[in-house]
């Protein structure tokens, strides 16, 4: 029963990370760059909400839109100052210039507001406790496995069914050619982290409604969690992430379970460092000889 | 060229860490005499994860400095130079090295946590100036391996008689037999707590039947509650600071975990409330320093004061400690009759029966207070005067 429990804290653990590796994968799928930014659109996310909610005095639904609205157009902005005019630059420079991102948001936030913690209030939605065979599932987590599925689903057809995720999948398998055929390459990309950007934004609103508690550099460990993930199902591979996240989540609390409760970050990347030595491409990926 | 370079910019740096170097010894001769006023610093959390607890301190310190300026020590008025470390130690130390070496003060105040004290520690031993702790409540900060730190002092009293009190109460007072342990593993406060807690809860014939652990920031704690769930426990001891705690209780009461929980000062703070949110908070209870429940004049007097100028307000104990730091220091500058910071020191040394609101000061040879802790009841989300609790 107490396994049984461990687990299902597990898949809710995970179904957070889950919802931002989503954005992240997608992001790297297209324009093979991991946006390590995108832990921190994730934070601003959070805080657009919980504004929204005391200040607007917006419901949950309305402030989930908005929040995934303006972290869209943040990422839009990011990717169109930082990004863009390092297209054609090396992966590591961009590569740089995405964590010095991350934290030029990461302090700004504190700058314009401080470092101190806001609590999300509690009475947005219903806080119950479902009983199951004995386990305690609470509706919250069951709401965010829900919001992460359907988003899941919703992102793999508009990659595959749209027009845009046709140029989408155009632009990531070569974007010179694409160009060539006449697909307009900025405006995809800037698709690409517009749509990547509101999944961390409304993953931003799911955990400050289940976990209460945001603060400034919250999108810090949950962004390099769901960075494991992404990679643990396959980087770029929309329903690896998925599969990534919800793993994560349950190895994490099992750890927890065995009594090493102060070895559950260390374990994350440990799980990082066995799959790039034995299945670098992940556990969804298949291996691509690089062309010479 | 580029080795030349190199070169000027170590001869530059060279240069800036001496002028800094004399700065701070000429501080250590001259002491934060400026004419008609007396410096004192506050290295304080004004911002960052605990910065709840550095503003209250703040809050208090400056209505102290109020009242204490009406008339003056000896015709001179103080002069508050205030540091926001942002809840980071780095910062406490660099702090603390800037209002000596620069703002020349007699003497400073601070920090609000463990951590950031100890921070702090060898810098005023090293220059001389005396560190007055409002609310940092580990036994190492003034006395490390049997060794004391004679410039520090604290206005509180220490983690291991929290722990016993606590310890004292669960199994008398609410007469529990076996409890469980939850660490904060990143603070010194935490463990400070929890051990003197077991070796008293032990003494009594309790018995610990769990112990886990978390780190500072972390904010899914399912795994480890679910672990504290099975192990059954009719009391839970939770010695952390607000942001975990309330996080901690609102995920246990999820999971259905209805025993009592108790912890120390770290939990005061109205963020929790908001956190953990009213109903959780239930059957909850916290050793601290001060009430405004408490019936004593002193206590009145200081709650009315505080009431009318922060818009009535009602003062927790770190608005409390931190505005009895200043009367702490100013009774010591007044007995001293100087401000230079070694006579503070000894006059800090020598207090013996100052009537403060958080109790009557008495210091040990370690420099720490004998003093009388209250215990606090959570109930509806407010705290509620339970008993006082005088030092054995």
Not at chain 1, 228 to 257: D, H, K, N, Q, T
Not at chain 1, 274 to 285: D, K, N, Q, S
Not at chain 2, 108 to 130: C, F, R
Request: charge should be neutral; aromatic fraction near 8%; glycine fraction near 10%.
């Amino acid at each position: 029963m107490e396994f049984l429990q461990q687990l299902v804290n597990g898949v809710s653990l995970g179904s957070i990370y889950a919802l931002i590796a989503l954005g992240y994968t997608m992001v790297y799928g297209i324009v093979k760059l991991i946006n390590f930014a995108h832990g921190d659109v994730f934070m601003v996310g959070a805080f657009i909400g919980f504004y929204s909610i005391t200040i607007l005095d917006l419901g949950f639904f309305p402030s989930l839109l908005i929040s995934m609205v303006t972290c869209a157009i943040l990422g839009v902005l990011i990717e169109r100052i930082a990004y863009k005019p390092l297209r054609n630059a090396t992966r590591i420079a961009a590569l740089i210039t995405a964590i010095g991102v991350s934290l030029l948001i990461e302090y700004g936030m504190i700058y314009v507001r401080g470092a101190q913690p806001e609590a999300y209030p509690g009475n947005l939605i219903p806080a119950t406790s479902i009983d199951f065979l004995g386990v305690k599932v609470s509706s919250q987590s069951l709401l965010i496995l829900g919001t992460s599925l359907v988003l899941m689903i919703l992102l793999q057809f508009i990659v595959h069914k749209t027009k845009i995720g046709k140029a989408m999948r155009a632009v990531s398998h070569d974007m010179d050619a694409a160009r060539l055929m006449g697909i307009n390459v900025n405006n995809t990309i800037s698709a690409t982290f517009a749509i990547g950007s509101a999944l961390a934004g409304a993953a931003g609103v799911a955990f400050g409604m289940y976990y209460t508690k945001i603060e400034p550099l919250m999108g810090i460990i949950p962004g390099l969690k769901a960075f494991v993930a992404a990679v643990l199902g396959g980087i770029g591979i929309i329903p690896g992430a998925m599969v990534g996240g919800l793993l994560l989540g349950v190895i994490e609390s099992l750890v927890s379970a065995a009594g090493f409760s102060l070895w559950r970050d260390g374990v994350a990347f440990v799980v990082l460092i066995l799959i790039l030595i034995f299945r670098p491409a992940g556990l969804f990926g298949k291996n691509v000889r690089e062309k010479v | 060229m580029r080795k030349k370079k190199l070169a000027g910019v170590f001869m530059s740096f060279m240069m800036a860490a001496g002028v800094l170097a004399g700065c701070g010894g000429a501080a250590s001769t001259s002491g934060g005499k400026d004419g008609d006023t007396i410096k004192i610093g506050a290295n304080l959390e004004l911002s960052g994860g605990v910065a709840s607890y550095g503003q209250s301190i703040e809050e208090g310190i400056k209505l102290a400095l109020e009242e204490i300026n009406k008339e003056g020590i000896d015709g001179k008025k103080l002069e508050l130079v205030t540091f926001d470390n942002k809840s980071d130690a780095a910062e406490a130390t660099s702090g603390t090295t800037k209002l000596i070496s620069q703002d020349k003060v007699a003497a400073i105040i601070g920090a609000a946590t463990s951590t950031n004290t100890l921070a702090q520690v060898q810098i005023a031993q090293k220059n001389k100036i005396p560190l007055l702790t409002p609310t940092g409540t580990n036994p190492t900060i003034t006395n490390k391996d049997g060794v004391l730190s004679d410039f520090v002092f604290r206005t509180c009293f220490i983690d291991p008689f929290q722990g016993t009190v606590a310890a004292n109460f669960a199994a008398k007072d609410l007469k529990v037999k076996n409890a469980a342990i939850i660490i904060d593993s990143s603070s010194d406060y935490a463990k400070g707590l929890a051990a003197a807690f077991q070796t008293a809860f032990e003494k009594n014939g309790g018995k610990i039947v769990k112990e886990e652990a978390y780190v500072a920031k972390d904010t899914d704690f399912n795994a480890i509650l679910t672990n504290i769930k099975s192990a059954n426990p009719d009391f839970i001891f939770l010695p952390g600071y607000y942001e975990e705690v309330g996080l901690i209780i609102k995920q246990a009461r999820a999971l259905g975990i209805e025993a009592p929980f108790m912890g120390g000062d770290g939990w005061d703070s109205p963020k929790l409330v908001e956190i953990a949110g009213a109903d959780p908070l239930n059957n909850t209870f916290i050793t601290n320093h001060y009430s405004s429940g408490d019936s004593d004049p002193k206590v009145q007097d200081f709650v009315k004061a505080f009431e009318a100028k922060y818009d009535g307000k009602s003062p927790d104990a770190f608005n409390a400690l931190g505005y009895d730091s200043l009367y702490f220091l100013a009774d010591a500058i007044k007995r001293a009759g100087s401000a230079d910071p070694e006579k503070i020191q000894k006059a800090l040394e020598e207090t013996d029966g100052l009537q403060l609101v958080s109790g009557t000061m008495k210091l040990d040879k370690n420099h720490d207070p004998i003093k009388s802790a209250v215990i606090l009841e959570y109930k509806g989300g407010k705290q509620e005067f339970n008993t006082k609790v005088d030092p054995e």
